[in-house]
């Protein structure tokens, strides 16, 4: 796909990060930056997304002061454009950051018909928190001071903007879930969990094409989702008429390791 594919996601990450307490503009990107959630990364961090060289000493002379006064622990970096920022890139790993890398893909298939299984959630209740909750520990979270801060985010910041939640319901419950978001003309689809039971069923397929629907119908000029480069969940997404557009790079570290 062009590289252009990939203005409308920036687009949609933009508008996101304005959804939060502070964002300070630098000709490389910005620094998003919010108190009320230290914890969270994706309220406080840098986003590069110029394809002109920078140092990694230009983006932390901006990121690591606005992390220290939201009380932010650690130094976030996400680079959207990394096979044009290839001395920062060298310059993080040689420094030893763990660099993650994920993999945009942009919907480009036919629309399909509702599976009726998949409701739209109108009002979360506290069943479907309890259910959301237990969902964020299959992204590796578990600390309950972080899992209050994500569902802080999703009440206070991302519902206000128009976050919608689909689920498929079990005999005990939520049996998946799915989250959509659409900004700025985008759509992005996240949190796709399908609890351990009820696997293999085609519930991720079927919510994430639902997800599809309703933000072409709320106006969205392309929608995304992130997935793992070489994880079986890219496979499925590319077999539902997801492309890859291009990977993104990704780094936390300590700010106390910060030189």
């Known amino acids: 796909m062009a590289p252009m594919d990939l203005e409308p996601l920036l687009r949609f990450w933009r508008a996101q990060d304005d959804l939060f307490d502070r964002v300070e503009e630098a000709w490389w990107g910005a620094v998003v930056s919010d108190p009320r959630y230290p914890r ?4 406080n961090y840098a986003r590069v997304e ?9 983006v932390e002379d901006a990121l690591v002061p606005a992390m220290e006064r939201s009380g932010s622990r650690r130094s976030h970096v996400v680079v959207f454009h990394p096979q044009e920022q290839t001395d920062l890139i060298v310059e993080a790993s040689t420094r030893g950051e763990r660099l993650a890398w994920d993999l945009v893909m942009a919907y480009t298939g036919e629309p399909s018909d509702d599976d009726p299984r998949v409701r739209e959630l109108t009002e979360p209740d506290d069943a479907f928190w309890s259910s959301h909750r237990a969902s964020l520990r299959w992204f590796d979270i578990a600390e309950d001071e972080v899992l209050d801060e994500l569902q802080a985010i999703e009440r206070d910041v ?3 903007a128009g976050r919608r939640w689909f689920v498929v319901d079990g005999p005990d419950g939520v049996d998946a879930l799915a989250a959509l978001l659409v ?13 351990p039971a009820a696997r293999r069923r085609g519930f991720a397929r079927a ?8 933000a072409t119908a709320a106006g969205a000029e392309r929608t995304y989702l992130l997935a793992e480069p070489d994880g079986l969940a890219a496979g499925m997404y590319e077999g539902m008429g997801f492309e890859p557009v291009t990977q993104i790079a990704s780094w936390i570290s300590e700010l106390d390791a910060s030189p």
């Open 207 to 214: 919510l994430t094409r639902r997800a599809v629907t309703e």
């Open 50 to 58: 110029t394809t002109q060289p920078v140092s990694l000493l230009e």
């Open 40 to 43: 969270i990364q994706e309220p």
């Open 183 to 195: 900004l700025a003309g985008a759509g992005f689809i996240d949190n796709v969990v399908t609890f």
């Open 158 to 160: 991302l519902a206000p």
